[in-house]
Structures are given as C-alpha cells and as structure tokens.
C-alpha cells in the first residue's frame, strides 16, 4: 500500500460522509487496552454506511482492512496497525434488536449483554449465556463465541455480511459461515452487520434468574480488569484444556513487565498500568514454551493479534486454518461474497 493510496481512499470515504480519524490511538478501544495507533479508522454500525464504505474500499484492493467490535478479543501492537481499522460499534441505547416470531434479528454492532438482556425481557429464552460475553454480536459470530454449554452455532439461523474487498452485501447461512470451536470462515474484511439467531419462548423471571447465575458465575470464575478472556485455544480433544495446562506449570501470577497470567484463571492474561502490547506477548510466548516443555502441546491464540510481525503471528496462529475443511469454507464463502471468481 502507498501512502499515496491510503490518502485517495481517506478522501473517498470522507466525501461518503462518514468521517476518517488519523493517526488515532487505539489503546483504549480494546479491553487490553494497549497498543499503538492506526493509519486510518473509521466508526459505522449503520447498514448504509457499512454498504457506502464497502463500495470505496473494493475499490482499493492494496489498502489493508482490519474490522474491530468491542475488541474484547483483540490485541493490538505497540507498534500500530497499518491501513484502514473500521470499529463495528454502537451505543447501548440504538442498539437495532427485532423479534420476527421465534426469530430476532440484530445489529453486528450490538453488545452480547445487551442481546441476552433484551430477548429475556421480551420473553425470549436461549440466549441467556451471551450476557457473560463482553464482545459484539459481529464479533461473536466472527469467532463463534460460546460458553455455558452453548455457542453462537447453535443459535444462528444466518447473517447479513457486508464484504470491504467486493463492496457485496448478502444474507449468509449459519452453514456457509463455516463456524467451528472459536471460529469462522469469515475473513478479516467481511462485516457482520446482522444475525438472526432462534429463541425458545420463555418466563420473564425465570431468564432473569439464569442471567443472573451467568454473571455470578462470571464474577466468581474469572478475573476483571484488563484482559481478553481466554487466551489460548484448547488443544484437540484429549489433550487437557488450555487453563488446565497452563495451571498445572504453576504458572498462575507469572509476570513479565506489566503482564501477568491471572491468579483466577489460568488461561487469562491480565495488563496492568503501563503494560504493553509487548508484555503480553512476552507472557504468552513463556506460556507457551513452557506447556510445550512440560507437556508437549503446543498452545495457540485464541485472542485476534493485529499489527505484529510474521514472527508473532506465526508463532501463535492455529494452524488448523489449514485444515481442508476449512479451507474449503473460506473458499465458499468468499466465492459468495464476490471476493473472488473460480
Ligand atoms: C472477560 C472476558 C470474558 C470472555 N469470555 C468469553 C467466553 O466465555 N467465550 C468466548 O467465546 N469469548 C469470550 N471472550 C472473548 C470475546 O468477548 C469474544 O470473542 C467476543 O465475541 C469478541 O467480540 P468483539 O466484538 O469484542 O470482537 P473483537 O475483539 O473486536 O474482534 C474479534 C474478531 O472478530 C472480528 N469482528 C469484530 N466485529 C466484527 C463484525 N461486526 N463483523 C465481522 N467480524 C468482526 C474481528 O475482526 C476479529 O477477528 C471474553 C473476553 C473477555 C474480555
């Protein structure tokens, strides 16, 4: 990408009226709260915008899209993030949720809270456990977000993705999405800016009593501050899960600059003042090496890493991105999006 580029890209998507921050710092919009700035950002949850930004950024292919939510799961480098981030986010109060018969249908840009609180008040159950989800619900469906016995999968019926390479916007299937354990056949410039997910019919109180018992529990399992929920995804089936691993180094409360492994959870990382980007990754890479060591798995994010180098990136990625099966899906679904032509 030349800056000449990014320049005439900026140019184009202020005169669709939306408007471009640069150079902006990003540390406080994640829940990490670290990291650098980016070249450009911009802030949409509006179906219109989202479908006006999409129609100039298909037209610069080079320029390097990034999408963030509430970036609960998400962690930016020290260094920055070049290109265009485009923040998927509304406030509470104009958070778009409709109830069509057992079906509700809402906004990428909706907190999970919000979701699960709605849907109880309006009588409609399953969706309880997204109350202890601090991310998006574009967010949730990108990564398949889940806990409680219950996943995104299991409650999506489709959703409406707005592709930035094609400038395509279409419903797609819960199947076509390719969803599997903490993620998606979405790619980073797809945009989910709706879902529709099935509820049950429910009583008012008894939902409240089981968003209740999910916050509690939340409280009393998990740490709060600064983190990005779990950090590392459980290996494959019978190897342990992450936390257990990482607990069984005794590796809770080890600390590299203002970077610790939680005393609560094993699989959380917490920053605290004046932690960076660096810290974490420097956590990460000993937990890493020391399950490894002691265990011979070999642990990889969970967490989104944007702006880091090769090295980092490859260190951590799941490597089951390669799996045929996945790839395949990816395949698919970009095909549908008009990302690219057989
Ligand atoms: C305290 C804590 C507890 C957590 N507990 C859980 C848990 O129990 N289970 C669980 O699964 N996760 C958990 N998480 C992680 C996180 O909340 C989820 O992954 C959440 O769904 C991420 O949503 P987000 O909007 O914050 O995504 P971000 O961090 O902003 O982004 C994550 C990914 O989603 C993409 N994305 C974001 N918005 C959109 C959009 N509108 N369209 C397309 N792609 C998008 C981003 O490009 C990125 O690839 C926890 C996090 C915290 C901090």
Same mark, same amino acid.
């Given at each position: 990408?030349?800056?000449?580029?990014?320049?005439?890209?900026?140019?184009?998507?202020?005169?669709?009226?939306?408007?471009?921050?640069?150079?902006?710092?990003?540390?406080?919009?994640?829940?990490?709260?670290?990291?650098?700035?980016?070249?450009?950002?911009?802030?949409?949850?509006?179906?219109?915008?989202?479908?006006?930004?999409?129609?100039?950024?298909?037209?610069?292919?080079?320029?390097?899209?990034?999408?963030?939510?509430?970036?609960?799961?998400?962690?930016?480098?020290?260094?920055?993030?070049?290109?265009?981030?485009?923040?998927?986010?509304?406030?509470?109060?104009?958070?778009?949720?409709?109830?069509?018969?057992?079906?509700?249908?809402?906004?990428?840009?909706?907190? @999970?809270?919000?979701?699960?609180?709605?849907?109880? &008040?309006?009588?409609?159950?399953?969706?309880?456990?997204?109350?202890?989800?601090?991310?998006?619900?574009?967010?949730?469906?990108?990564?398949?977000?889940?806990?409680?016995?219950?996943? @995104?999968?299991?409650?999506?019926q489709s959703a409406l993705v707005v592709s930035l390479?094609?400038?395509?916007?279409?419903?797609?299937?819960?199947?076509?999405?390719?969803?599997?354990?903490?993620?998606?056949?979405?790619?980073?410039?797809?945009?989910?800016?709706?879902? &529709?997910?099935?509820?049950?019919?429910?009583?008012?109180?008894?939902?409240?009593?089981?968003?209740?018992?999910?916050?509690?529990?939340?409280?009393?399992?998990?740490?709060?501050?600064?983190?990005?929920?779990?950090?590392?995804?459980?290996?494959?089936?019978?190897?342990?899960?992450?936390?257990?691993?990482?607990?069984?180094?005794?590796?809770?409360?080890?600390?590299?600059?203002?970077?610790?492994?939680?005393? &609560?959870?094993?699989?959380?990382?917490?920053?605290?003042?004046?932690?960076?980007?660096?810290?974490?990754?420097?956590?990460?890479?000993?937990?890493?090496?020391?399950?490894? &060591?002691?265990?011979?798995?070999?642990?990889?994010?969970?967490?989104?890493?944007?702006?880091?180098?090769?090295?980092? @990136?490859?260190?951590?990625?799941?490597?089951?991105?390669?799996?045929?099966?996945?790839?395949?899906?990816?395949?698919?679904?970009?095909?549908? @999006?008009?990302?690219?032509?057989?």
């Amino acid at each position: 990408m030349s800056r000449a580029e990014l320049d005439a890209l900026i140019a184009e998507v202020q005169s669709a009226g939306i408007e471009v921050l640069v150079n902006r710092p990003l540390s406080n919009l994640t829940t990490y709260a670290v990291g650098g700035t980016a070249a450009a950002t911009v802030t949409v949850s509006a179906l219109e915008d989202l479908q006006a930004l999409a129609a100039v950024t298909a037209r610069y292919q080079n320029v390097p899209v990034h999408v963030v939510g509430r970036g609960s799961n998400t962690l930016i480098s020290d260094d920055g993030v070049d290109g265009l981030v485009v923040f998927v986010s509304a406030p509470a109060n104009e958070a778009v949720i409709e109830l069509h018969g057992d079906d509700v249908v809402v906004a990428g840009s909706v907190t @999970m809270p919000v979701l699960a609180r709605r849907t109880v &008040k309006a009588g409609r159950g399953g969706l309880e456990w997204c109350v202890g989800i601090p991310g998006s619900v574009g967010g949730a469906v990108r990564m398949n977000a889940g806990g409680h016995g219950a996943e @995104m999968v299991d409650s999506l019926q489709s959703a409406l993705v707005v592709s930035l390479r094609s400038g395509r916007c279409t419903t797609v299937s819960t199947e076509q999405l390719g969803l599997h354990f903490r993620g998606s056949a979405l790619a980073s410039h797809h945009i989910v800016a709706a879902a &529709k997910l099935a509820t049950t019919s429910c009583e008012v109180s008894d939902g409240q009593k089981e968003l209740d018992a999910v916050v509690a529990w939340r409280r009393e399992h998990q740490p709060g501050g600064r983190n990005a929920g779990s950090v590392f995804v459980n290996p494959a089936p019978g190897a342990g899960s992450a936390g257990a691993l990482i607990d069984s180094c005794q590796l809770r409360e080890f600390q590299l600059g203002a970077a610790r492994v939680s005393e &609560k959870h094993a699989n959380f990382i917490q920053a605290s003042d004046g932690a960076t980007a660096s810290d974490i990754v420097a956590v990460m890479s000993h937990v890493q090496d020391t399950v490894l &060591k002691q265990h011979g798995v070999l642990l990889r994010s969970e967490v989104c890493l944007l702006g880091f180098d090769e090295e980092v @990136m490859g260190r951590f990625a799941d490597p089951r991105h390669t799996d045929p099966d996945r790839v395949n899906a990816s395949h698919g679904l970009a095909l549908l @999006m008009g990302d690219v032509s057989e």
